[in-house]
């Protein structure tokens, strides 16, 4: 399995980002996706997953209400598209599978995910 994150970069806070995240190596239509993050000297923290129809879609509380989860099966991509960026959201961001099969409702522990991306730097000026 390869994820393959973009979109990642410098933007003022109250900006506007979209980061992709392109999938291959296993069928990628049967897998929960998810976006974590991590800013330095933090621990790796979840953002936002979504399963494998999209039926479920779970936010963390903190960028909820501005950050958007979604998903093109048939482009095997995972989005993040995010609104109102704050200095607080700076961070590595990486894409992740699960690691279960079609799995009804998402899961928000990093252990849950099997497969990473090597990240994509998001840094957001005050």
């Known amino acids: 399995v390869q994820l393959v994150e973009s979109g990642g970069g410098l933007v003022q806070a109250g900006g506007s980002l979209r980061l992709s995240c392109a999938a291959s190596?296993?069928?990628?239509?049967?897998?929960?996706m998810g976006w974590f993050r991590q800013a330095p000297g933090k621990e790796r923290e979840f953002v936002a997953a979504i399963s494998w129809s999209g039926n479920s879609i779970s936010y963390a509380d903190s960028v909820k209400g501005r950050f958007i989860i979604s998903r093109d099966n048939d482009k095997n991509v995972v989005y993040l598209q995010m609104y109102n960026l704050k200095p607080e959201d700076t961070a590595v961001y990486y894409c992740?599978?699960?690691?279960?099969?079609?799995?009804?409702?998402?899961?928000?522990?990093?252990?849950?995910?099997?497969?990473w991306g090597q990240g994509t730097q998001v840094t957001v000026s005050s």
């Open positions: 190596g296993r069928t990628f239509s049967t897998y929960a």
């Open positions: 992740a599978q699960d690691t279960r099969l079609f799995r009804a409702v998402v899961v928000t522990p990093a252990e849950m995910y099997g497969y």
